[in-house]
């Protein structure tokens, strides 16, 4: 079977993975849950894996890239092409997800420059 190709759509076709994430929309995910921050290293192993279980389900239209663990809350930092996905994740894994903002723009101290 030949592979036919069309040129002129090649360039908005994204060629990596790199690529496609930075195309997709990044969201910040806050997730209520108190006491996380006393949790162990295996706890959150534990819940990682169960986060990445449910990411291989749902395909790679999703990719969490980090989260950070404080006192009550999880805040972590997802890109995928809606919010809808990240919900389906969140209720798959059994985590809350109490607030889901779209980064709209990210600053850091070479903004001010």
Not at 43 to 64: F, H, M, N
Request: proline residues 8%; aromatic residues 8%.
């Amino acid at each position: 079977m030949d592979i036919v190709t069309y040129p002129l759509m090649a360039p908005m076709l994204p060629s990596s993975f790199a690529e496609r994430t930075r195309a997709m929309p990044q969201f910040v995910i806050e997730r209520e849950m108190p006491g996380v921050g006393k949790l162990g290293a295996g706890d959150l192993r534990e819940a990682s894996q169960t986060s990445c279980k449910v990411l291989r389900e749902l395909g790679p239209d999703i990719q969490w890239v980090n989260s950070y663990v404080a006192d009550d809350k999880i805040y972590c930092i997802y890109r995928a092409p809606s919010e809808a996905l990240i919900r389906q994740h969140a209720e798959k894994a059994g985590f809350p997800a109490n607030t889901i903002a779209e980064v709209r723009a990210t600053i850091d101290p070479t903004t001010a420059e």
